[in-house]
């Protein structure tokens, strides 16, 4: 399966889904410049009206007497943090959202595989190499925004990573999206959550017994403790951990169920729409009803983080897939399309690899001095996004893509 892709406007045959690619990107923009551009705008707006900040849950607070456009940009700001334990924020949605766009995409990327696998025996060979190369590639990629490559020392390096989750949840994912039927994918997906469910549930802990959904007392830790080599990104567990990525196959499963409704010629466009609207409200109603006995977490990735993370992708997707594929509203989409076509490749530049900070520092350094201090991390923020976007346009006009 590829997670970038060329995506040509207008839409050519073989028929693709540009909202696909576009929500990929605008998924992706928060997490390479987004979040930065908005916290410097927040910040600007509280040392402006002299505001708080409780940072505990990162909200900034005494906003009542701002102007709605201040407000908004506050309001935003406090969505990009992730919940500091239970419950659920904008933020928490990025990571599930680019699992769930990577189900959503198998079943047109194996589509090759099952028209003509019983006709071309190496098919099945091929398909499975793909897969096994993808994802032991984006392991290691996911070691080197760690810092592998630094040479600090097994014991500090830290090998759990939003890259490995991506490459274990889709890879699972596609060997039961490829290896079963529909009625055992939702069988398999119902027998991970309650699965989980049941393990977090009723495992004890040693010194904190069973059903302690705290930060150390949680299965999910103990198992981060207990076998996870290195170092641990939160000391007593890791938000990627081993346990928790299991959950993560059915956020990409729920993405697989929403590709393979896309792609069937069972209903109209628009009445696509309306069942996808009805699916992720049922989602978010399902994850908000279990989550009295069992929390919405994303750092354990809960059963119920699945189904309202995923409640919220379908949502999100639908808008998009109206939008665009539909109402053919394409021309505003363009810019997450390049960002979107070579995501790995910026995500894994703005993690390290490359130091797009000092870049805008050295072209824009003199035009951000000149406004008042308050603003200048915004706009710094908004320079580095400018030469993100120039690289990345300059990349998909090349037609040049990293494909994983």
Same mark, same amino acid.
């Given at each position: 399966?590829?997670?970038?892709?060329?995506?040509?406007?207008?839409?050519?045959?073989?028929?693709?889904?540009?909202?696909?690619?576009?929500?990929?990107?605008?998924?992706? #923009?928060? &997490?390479?410049?987004? !979040?930065?551009?908005?916290?410097?705008? *927040? $910040?600007?707006?509280?040392?402006?009206?002299?505001?708080?900040?409780?940072?505990?849950?990162?909200?900034?607070?005494?906003?009542?007497?701002?102007?709605?456009?201040?407000?908004?940009?506050?309001?935003?700001?406090?969505?990009?943090?992730?919940?500091?334990?239970?419950?659920?924020?904008? @933020?928490?949605? +990025?990571?599930?959202?680019?699992?769930?766009?990577?189900?959503?995409?198998?079943?047109?990327?194996?589509?090759?595989?099952?028209?003509?696998? *019983?006709?071309?025996?190496?098919?099945? $060979?091929?398909?499975?190499?793909?897969?096994?190369?993808?994802?032991? +590639?984006?392991?290691?990629? =996911?070691?080197?925004?760690? =810092?592998?490559? /630094?040479? $600090?020392?097994?014991?500090?390096?830290?090998?759990?990573?939003?890259?490995?989750?991506?490459?274990?949840?889709?890879?699972?994912?596609?060997?039961? @999206?490829?290896?079963?039927?529909?009625?055992?994918?939702?069988?398999? #997906?119902? =027998?991970?959550?309650?699965?989980?469910?049941?393990?977090?549930? @009723?495992?004890?802990?040693?010194? #904190?017994?069973?059903?302690?959904?705290?930060?150390?007392?949680?299965?999910?830790?103990?198992?981060?403790?207990?076998?996870?080599?290195?170092?641990?990104?939160?000391?007593?567990?890791?938000? !990627? =951990?081993?346990?928790?990525?299991?959950?993560? &196959?059915?956020?990409?499963?729920?993405?697989?169920?929403?590709?393979?409704?896309?792609?069937? !010629?069972?209903?109209?466009?628009?009445?696509?729409?309306?069942?996808? #609207?009805? *699916?992720?409200?049922?989602?978010?109603?399902?994850?908000?009803?279990?989550? &009295?006995?069992?929390?919405?977490?994303?750092?354990?990735?809960?059963?119920?983080?699945?189904?309202?993370? %995923?409640?919220?992708?379908?949502?999100?997707?639908?808008?998009?897939? @109206?939008?665009?594929?539909?109402?053919?509203?394409?021309?505003?989409?363009?810019?997450?399309?390049?960002?979107?076509?070579?995501?790995?490749?910026?995500?894994?530049?703005?993690?390290?690899?490359?130091?797009? !900070?000092?870049?805008?520092?050295?072209?824009?350094?003199?035009?951000? /001095?000149? +406004?008042?201090?308050?603003? /200048?991390?915004?706009?710094?923020?908004?320079?580095?996004? %400018?030469?993100?976007?120039?690289?990345?346009?300059?990349?998909?006009?090349?037609?040049?893509?990293?494909?994983?």
């Amino acid at each position: 399966m590829k997670l970038t892709a060329r995506i040509d406007l207008p839409v050519s045959k073989p028929k693709r889904l540009i909202s696909l690619d576009a929500l990929r990107g605008f998924d992706m #923009f928060w &997490i390479i410049s987004g !979040e930065g551009i908005f916290h410097g705008l *927040a $910040n600007a707006v509280k040392q402006k009206h002299g505001l708080a900040q409780n940072h505990e849950d990162w909200q900034i607070i005494g906003t009542e007497n701002l102007s709605l456009l201040e407000r908004m940009m506050v309001g935003i700001s406090n969505q990009l943090h992730h919940s500091p334990w239970n419950g659920f924020t904008f @933020y928490d949605l +990025i990571f599930p959202l680019f699992i769930f766009i990577s189900g959503v995409s198998m079943p047109y990327s194996y589509q090759k595989y099952f028209e003509n696998r *019983a006709n071309d025996k190496s098919l099945s $060979n091929q398909v499975y190499y793909s897969l096994i190369k993808r994802t032991l +590639i984006l392991i290691v990629l =996911g070691f080197i925004v760690n =810092g592998l490559l /630094q040479w $600090n020392g097994f014991e500090n390096t830290r090998f759990a990573s939003v890259l490995g989750r991506i490459a274990f949840s889709t890879f699972f994912a596609a060997l039961i @999206y490829l290896n079963f039927s529909l009625p055992k994918q939702i069988i398999w #997906f119902l =027998g991970i959550l309650f699965g989980y469910y049941f393990i977090m549930m @009723y495992v004890p802990v040693p010194h #904190f017994g069973a059903g302690v959904l705290t930060p150390e007392g949680n299965l999910s830790a103990y198992i981060d403790r207990l076998l996870l080599p290195g170092k641990l990104h939160r000391i007593v567990y890791d938000p !990627e =951990g081993i346990l928790s990525t299991i959950p993560a &196959i059915c956020s990409a499963m729920i993405g697989i169920f929403t590709g393979t409704f896309i792609k069937s !010629e069972s209903s109209s466009p628009n009445q696509k729409v309306l069942k996808l #609207f009805l *699916a992720g409200i049922a989602c978010i109603a399902l994850g908000l009803l279990w989550s &009295i006995i069992f929390p919405i977490n994303k750092t354990m990735w809960t059963s119920t983080f699945v189904l309202f993370a %995923g409640g919220c992708s379908i949502l999100l997707f639908t808008l998009f897939y @109206y939008v665009i594929d539909v109402q053919s509203i394409k021309k505003w989409c363009v810019p997450f399309l390049w960002i979107g076509s070579n995501s790995i490749l910026i995500y894994v530049c703005a993690h390290g690899l490359i130091n797009f !900070e000092s870049t805008a520092v050295f072209i824009f350094g003199g035009l951000v /001095q000149k +406004i008042p201090a308050i603003w /200048q991390s915004a706009l710094l923020w908004m320079a580095i996004f %400018g030469i993100q976007l120039f690289i990345l346009k300059f990349l998909y006009d090349k037609k040049w893509f990293l494909k994983i």
